[in-house]
């Protein structure tokens, strides 16, 4: 089933606002429960939790809001890609979060918009000029500033990093992906195929030591699903109600709940330097969406009218 022209839902930018908040609050609580988690479950049984809950939620939504034909595609071969990396970046992004302060790791993660941009460049054909690859040098210079200093002292810290960056750079593959299967698929159907697949990829990892949780740790573990599945949910719907680059700048809201979550439930206090690399890449991700509102504004002014 493909999805009406997204033009058509650009009409309500608060809820689509509200949306985007209530989706990075879920998203901070979700990676909150992953910390508390910790290393006592293989990442691979938390991620199989988040994927299998959040995939009954998408579910849920897909026969409240279109019927069963929202979990039918013709497109396989896109989903398989886009699941993959999708998968793999949950995958780092959980294991991330297990080895580092949720400050640390989630301002990491946003160095996704930064690989975004190497990427579209390299695989869309994308010409990207000063401004854009300025922002990405910059930006990465405040992942470094962010993960240096810890991972020089703690051999889990620098692997907590690694895992970010890998994660933030699949994650940023994802993106492009879903920015080439917007045009004719709905975003519901993309994220039930996403939950599917890595469901399905971390049931593979059940002989690595998974183990039957606790009442308190099996709370947590459907917090994890419930939450994560509820805020795709929410994600899914900002971009039905405003456009992308309106939602943007309010991604960078996940650092305040992170640094709230982190102090209240960990007693983490962020250092000075993850506060000086977050605001580098926060506004190195605002320097690239700014500037691709104004390309994509240059481009409806000199498009041909028909």
């Known amino acids: 089933m493909t999805s009406q022209p997204a033009r058509q839902t650009f009409d309500r930018p608060l809820w689509g ?67 993959s990396a999708g998968t793999i970046s949950m995958f780092c992004n959980f294991a991330a979060y297990t080895l580092l302060p949720l400050a640390n790791a989630t301002a990491i993660g946003f160095a996704a918009p930064l690989f975004v941009v190497i ?32 991972a020089g002292l703690s051999r889990s810290a620098l692997y907590g990093a690694l895992f970010a960056l890998a994660g933030a750079g699949l994650q940023g593959m994802a993106m492009v992906l879903i920015r080439r299967m917007s045009a004719h698929e709905h975003s519901i159907t ?59 700048p309010f991604d960078y809201a996940a650092m305040i709940w992170a640094v709230v979550l982190g102090y209240f439930i960990f007693t983490e206090v962020p250092a000075a330097q993850v506060w000086i690399g977050s605001a580098v890449v926060i506004g190195s991700g605002l320097l690239i969406f700014w500037r691709e509102r104004q390309l994509g504004k240059r481009r409806a002014l000199t498009s041909p009218t028909v």
């Open 119 to 150: 990427l579209a460049a390299l695989t869309l054909g994308e010409r990207v000029h000063i401004y854009r690859w300025s922002a990405v040098v910059i930006g990465f210079a405040g992942v470094v500033a962010i993960a240096g200093p810890e």
């Open 17 to 83: 606002i509200g949306c985007k908040l209530a989706a990075t609050v879920l998203f901070a609580v979700m990676f909150a429960a992953i910390r508390w988690l910790g290393t006592s479950f293989p990442v691979g049984e938390i991620v199989f939790f988040r994927s299998a809950l959040g995939a009954g939620v998408v579910v849920t939504a897909a026969l409240l809001t279109g019927g069963p034909a929202l979990l039918m595609t013709s497109h396989l071969r896109s989903h398989a890609l886009r699941s």
């Open 190 to 248: 993309i994220a039930f195929y996403f939950m599917l697949t890595s469901a399905a990829v971390s049931v593979l990892t059940a002989g690595f030591g998974w183990r039957w949780p606790a009442w308190p740790e099996a709370a947590v573990l459907l917090i994890t699903g419930l939450s994560g599945g509820i805020g795709q949910i929410f994600l899914s719907f900002s971009y039905r109600y405003s456009e992308a680059s309106v939602l943007a």
